[in-house]
């Protein structure tokens, strides 16, 4: 590189610095909207770009990040990852340390209709701190649910916003009608669903016990991917006691768009209940179970 | 057995072991959570100076959850060599962390005192280190096994290559194992986690990864990070596993909870023998971390670290051939930030070298703690420094399945080139060969998966 370019090349950046600058000032800091237009902005993008140096097969890389989520193809700067690739990775790990503090909309309880109960974590940080809290009804919940539960029907379905609400938001509208419908044709009888507010999985249990079904479904908001935010779990448990252990429970993941689609998940969920039931089995029992056959 | 101390004029009472345990560990939220934590800085090191006076008896003959009840410790004690033990017994906690990080003391000698040691034990001289005595001391250590190929050699560094996809789409799974292997990730084992724990899905990754392995002349093993059981069933109808995984606990409670008994893992063990693909005779992979068993409630009041520590010498009947601690796997409740991760990770690659096993580490941390890719990096590097045989190996630092941030191919260069450290020997050539190392170093054909064109 000869002087000139060098000089070129600082120019150009110290005239981004200054548009940069010129439009934070502008804007004091507030988040700008794709319509505020102009060549200003930086529309930082979130696809990953084929980034390796002289790849023997330019076009293998490119399908290969077409068909999984992985962060692959995106060369390096020595060992350490390229520019654009680290910031798309601390962008997404920003974005999923924000969605683990975000409530559900109730727009969306509304509109499936769903009744409310809370835990005993009343606020986000007991809830993130203390397990047990996340797992017990708070006491208006339980008496609520003792007047107004439906008891005694095959299968509860319990939709809790675990540790993302965004997975509960995109998922919920497909899923829940899925599993509901799959449930009506095979005969299976099931007590109205409940949503549980600041819930962890063992919630289940304790609604297991007053609402005395013989299986409880929760569908429940997982972590917070890099990758996504919208991915839910289905964790289900047969008449769930004292002796109930993890390996207990049946657990399909990764339900969301990018992975099992939540329609597809529900007609397998029905079929899973089903042979619960049938074997009167979760878990590692209910693979025994299978097994034997 | 002394309990109690004066320190600035303050007297401090403990009644047991268990309890100067739980007080004299680094500030960690899941303590905090099941109630056992110390309540102020001064009755941690109040703890500290009474656990400094133990004698080796005292721990032998208090384990924090009864041998007649509880198949960890009864594995433990099972294990120790007596004419060993008796040797140090008078010896104190405090005298033990001078004897470990002595000039005098040689890595034989920790190797022989390492049979006569309880877990607790172990558990206690850490709460007496700092970082640097934590590095200092794990860098004596080092812990060789075999399975197709030679783990631990000094001067090498290996990796898990963790090719996994949210639907197990084999293709999927392909292409990041390429990536992997074209940075030099994969020595340690391909180990894919999969979505679908049925033992034909698990089957079929497998084959997959035994017949790349087959294609491409790759000195490593394979593995799939089933439930044990799916892994017998996938062996018993015929899939060639050269690796067998299980997740362990540090007590029998947590260990129920992950469906594992001694007779389901020595079974595996046997079938291993007869029907894995692999030479041995260190043929599992176990993954452990410090919080499993207060999320399972399965602690029994017993500190994560002694908990961990436990883990390690559970683990240990079965020589495996990695052990791989995931501390900051679980989440906030139980290491709340980078700080604590990086304290569990350094805590955690002493107190398994101090059992004799092949450690490495899974710096990770989850989207809902307080910490991210820089604490990651920090614990990295650091454990690195103190002589961890592996660490795992995910695109981009980003597992898209089980949604966590693990150390990524980038890193696994890294941390090999910044120390100077080779791949595992057999595997070096291998890279060589393709044309991806040369003197140690990458070439410029690393890092594109479309040389396996």
């Not at chain 1, 209940?273 to 089995?281: G, I, R, S, V």
């Not at chain 2, 090191?45 to 960890?72: G, H, R």
């Not at chain 2, 560094?157 to 990730?185: M, V």
């Not at chain 2, 018993?236 to 690796?243: D, N, R």
Request: proline fraction near 3%; glycine fraction near 8%; charged fraction near 25%.
């Amino acid at each position: 590189m000869n002087q000139t370019e060098i000089t070129k090349i600082v120019n150009e950046v110290l005239q981004e610095l200054n548009k940069t600058k010129a439009s934070n000032e502008n804007k004091e800091g507030v988040p700008l909207k794709k319509t505020d237009s102009a060549a200003d902005i930086i529309d930082f993008t979130e696809q990953a770009e084929m980034a390796v140096d002289e790849p023997k097969n330019k076009d293998t890389i490119q399908h290969a990040q077409k068909i999984t989520p992985a962060r692959i193809g995106i060369g390096r700067s020595g060992t350490r990852m390229k520019t654009k690739s680290y910031l798309q990775f601390r962008i997404d790990h920003a974005a999923a340390q924000d969605a683990v503090l975000k409530d559900v909309e109730p727009d969306m309880i509304k509109e499936l209709n769903l009744p409310v109960l809370q835990t005993k974590a009343e606020d986000m940080e007991t809830y993130l701190m203390d397990l047990e809290a996340g797992r017990t009804l708070n006491d208006e919940s339980i008496r609520w649910l003792k007047e107004n539960g439906e008891k005694g029907k095959q299968i509860q379905i319990i939709i809790c916003d675990g540790l993302s609400s965004t997975a509960v938001e995109s998922n919920t509208r497909d899923l829940l009608p899925a599993i509901v419908q799959g449930l009506s044709l095979k005969g299976i009888t099931y007590a109205k669903p409940l949503f549980v507010k600041r819930s962890r999985v063992w919630v289940q249990d304790h609604v297991a016990k007053i609402v005395d079904s013989d299986i409880v479904i929760s569908l429940i908001g997982e972590r917070p991917g890099l990758a996504t935010a919208e991915s839910l779990s289905a964790y289900m448990v047969y008449r769930p006691g004292e002796h109930t252990v993890e390996a207990d429970r049946t657990v399909i993941s990764n339900i969301h768009k990018g992975g099992l689609s939540p329609v597809e998940a529900g007609a397998h969920l029905a079929d899973l209940l089903e042979q619960m039931l049938q074997y009167k089995a979760s878990g590692v029992q209910l693979v025994k179970h299978r097994n034997k056959k | 057995m002394k309990l109690s101390c004066r320190i600035k004029n303050d007297t401090y009472h403990f009644k047991s072991i268990k309890e100067v345990l739980a007080k004299a560990s680094e500030e960690k939220s899941g303590d905090i959570m099941s109630g056992i934590a110390a309540a102020t800085s001064l009755e941690r090191m109040a703890a500290k100076v009474v656990l400094s006076e133990l004698q080796l008896k005292d721990f032998y003959e208090n384990p924090v959850i009864p041998y007649e009840t509880d198949l960890v410790t009864k594995v433990i004690y099972d294990n120790i060599n007596l004419s060993i033990y008796r040797e140090f017994q008078t010896m104190t906690i405090g005298e033990l962390r001078d004897y470990i990080l002595s000039h005098t003391t040689t890595f034989h000698e920790l190797r022989k005192l390492t049979q006569g040691l309880t877990s607790e034990m172990i558990s206690g001289v850490a709460k007496l280190m700092s970082t640097i005595d934590l590095v200092m001391a794990a860098q004596k250590m080092k812990y060789q096994a075999f399975c197709n190929t030679l783990i631990g050699e000094p001067g090498r560094l290996a990796f898990r290559c963790q090719p996994n996809h949210p639907t197990d789409l084999p293709e999927g799974i392909l292409y990041s194992l390429k990536e992997g292997l074209s940075y030099g990730s994969g020595d340690a084992v391909i180990g894919v986690n999969p979505n679908v724990d049925t033992a034909d899905s698990v089957s079929r990754i497998l084959h997959m990864t035994h017949d790349f392995m087959d294609k491409w002349k790759i000195p490593t093993q394979n593995c799939v990070l089933a439930h044990i059981t799916t892994q017998i069933e996938a062996l018993e109808k015929g899939a060639p596993v050269a690796l067998m995984f299980q997740s362990l606990a540090g007590t029998q409670k947590g260990n129920e909870a992950f469906g594992v008994t001694k007779e389901i893992l020595d079974y595996g063990e046997q079938l291993m023998k007869k029907q894995g693909t692999s030479t041995g005779p260190n043929i599992f992979y176990f993954e452990t971390g410090q919080g499993s068993e207060v999320s399972l409630d399965a602690d029994h009041g017993v500190d994560m670290q002694t908990l961990e520590s436990r883990t390690y010498g559970f683990a240990k009947h079965w020589s495996p051939f990695m052990v791989n601690n995931v501390s900051g796997f679980i989440g906030p409740e139980t290491l709340f930030d980078g700080k604590q991760m990086i304290r569990a990770d350094l805590e955690d690659l002493f107190m398994g070298k101090m059992h004799g096993l092949p450690m490495g580490i899974a710096p990770t941390y989850t989207n809902h703690m307080h910490a991210d890719q820089n604490d990651q990096e920090i614990a990295g590097i650091l454990t690195t420094v103190a002589g961890a045989n592996f660490y795992m190996g995910v695109p981009g630092g980003d597992d898209v399945m089980l949604n966590y941030q693990d150390t990524s191919f980038h890193d696994n260069a890294s941390l090999r080139e910044m120390l100077g450290l080779r791949p595992l020997s057999e595997f070096e050539k291998w890279m060589e060969n393709m044309g991806l190392m040369e003197n140690g170093k990458l070439t410029n054909r690393a890092g594109d998966l479309s040389i396996f064109d």
